[in-house]
């Protein structure tokens, strides 16, 4: 068929039409992009391109009861470059400057900056690593450096941080300094102090846009935040570093001299109840030790002998006995249901008064008296323990307290024929350390029993956000008149010589406490080993402080009582307290009278001397009197005032070491 012109219009204008509906599909996918879809596409194309970090503000600090630093957070640096931002006459400039600057800071030649500086402008590379990991004085240099001064937009320099947070300590007290982890999921993992006061430590996030420049690279926009982040509170703990030294190091070394598995011990302070040490030690195959597992918080177990004390004030409390009734311990063996009840010393004690019963740890003469006068009502003898609350947890900050078990009569799965018998010596009953503890605590306090704490007041910088005060959990576990009885038989534990803790004893500083020595897993003899306890106070006539010390399974054949175990480090603990504690005498007792005569006066300075020749207080005494105790001291002293009155102030406080040529001022009123 000839082609005419005919035909070749009409294709022409089908052509046509075809490419004029192509474009017409042009614009309208392109208005549907821009009109329709172009929220989502613009969204789609800034979140490849431009991202909102978190910026982790700092944590606050963690501190000791004497402001020295437990945890801390150190900021670090990274510094690099955007070898493209810089134009080309600036950056030629300022590279030789540059160059050596860096040499100068970091180490290497300056020809070795200047090839590196050079070789990523070539290759277009904009996020040069300059240096890592440095600090803020170092980041603060590096950043004046010649072309850096310029800043992001002119000088390509990118400066990124990073918090890290460092543990002065190192690994003492780690379980109970702690930690607080998340992982991807957002799931924390909180340990010690540091989860469970988290909430004030961790401060709230900051936010800064980074726009995507490379693979897996990404540049901040500007030098600022979006979002500052806001910097955590600081805690202010319980805990006392030269105590948590000396806890640490002499738990370490009877753990070390008798194998044991584990241990824990702590030290607290009687008439508030902050915990001064903690220190939980766990044995690794290799034979080393280190802070594994929160013992003393988290770890119930059968206290054995340590609960005698609880048995007995129960005892006295119902006036099943007094102190001077005798108790018939036979050959040291009684029966209940088959089972025996053993003294350790073979052939018993025969006759002994039941203060002895306590003060010689006889398990017989303390099931006798538990069994006469509550074999018939167990339930009155469970509740007078309830009542004392050792039933319940402490409801401590730090997470996983353990639960003490007190199994109850109407408690059909736990009561037995033989319960109340061997609840009386510490057996089928469980409690932590740190609960029996703040038992014997409520009685070096006089009877109130009052919470352990860990925490003083959380600061931000000098100012006090919350402050902690003293919990008193109950204010009287029993009565006065029974709180001085057993007083008495924990000093005659240490100081009479049928006490079993007598090995402890020393003229030069006076304790009170029980020992413990439990079997543990005595259901098969093959695998039976020992917990040995000695739980205390110091001093014993005026407690200050209260001490508790755990070995789990300590090398049979080195030994297993509590008073060779435990003991020694109760005495290690409280004798370098005695020496390296600034307990200064106060003057009240020098002012009471008018007539106080020159040997008084020398007497007291004595005292102070021999204390590690510490400056007394001497504020509220007359100016002549003080004057003497100071110069007698070999301090030179200044007068300001009237010079007849009495010391308003003093210019070196109470309690500072004495130092060579020292001058003090006293003003007077």
Known sequence: MPITDKNILSRLYFVAGCMFFFALAIVVKLVTIQVVDGEKYRELAEQRTVKNFTIEPKRGNLYSDDGSLLATSVTKYDIRFDAITPQHKVFEEHIKPLSDSLSVA??????????????????????????????????????????????????????????????????????????????????????????????????????????KIAKGQWKPITDYNEIEPKDGYDVVSTINVNIQDIAHHALLKQLEKYKADHGSVVVMEVATGEIKAISNLGRTNGGAYYERLNYAIGESHEPGSTFKLMSMIAALEDKAVDTSDVIDTENGIISFYGKKVRDSKRGGYGKITVSEVLERSSNVGIVKIIDKFYKDQPEKFVNRIYNMGLNEKLGMSIKGEGSPIIPHPNDKSRWSGIALQWMAYGYGVSLTPLQTLTFYNAVANGGEMVKPRLIKEVREWDKVIYKFDKDVINPSVCSKETISKVQAMLKNVVEDKHGTGHGLYSPNFSMAGKTGTAQKDYADKSKMNYISSFVGYFPADEPKYSCIVVVHNPDKSVGYYGADVSGPVFKSVAQKIYTNSPLIDTIEELNEESDKTEKDYQSYYAKVKKRNNLIPNVEGMSGMDAVSILENLGVRVKVEGSGVGKVKSQSIKGGQKIESNQTIVLQLS
Do not use: C, W
């Not at 992001?152 to 990118?158: F, H, L, N, T």
């Open 106 to 211: 970091l180490g290497r030649s300056s020809s070795y900056y200047s090839n590196l500086l050079r070789k990523a402008r070539a290759n277009k590379n904009r996020y040069l690593l300059i240096a890592k990991n440095v600090g803020y004085t170092e980041y603060v240099r590096i950043k004046n450096f010649p072309l850096f001064n310029l800043g992001p937009y002119k000088g390509g320099v990118i400066v990124e941080q990073e918090t890290k947070r460092e543990y002065p300590l190192g690994g003492m007290a780690h379980r109970s300094v702690g930690y607080e982890r998340v992982d991807d999921k957002g799931y924390y993992t909180r340990v010690g102090l540091e989860g469970a006061f988290g909430d004030y430590l961790r401060g709230t996030e900051g936010h800064r846009l980074k726009q």
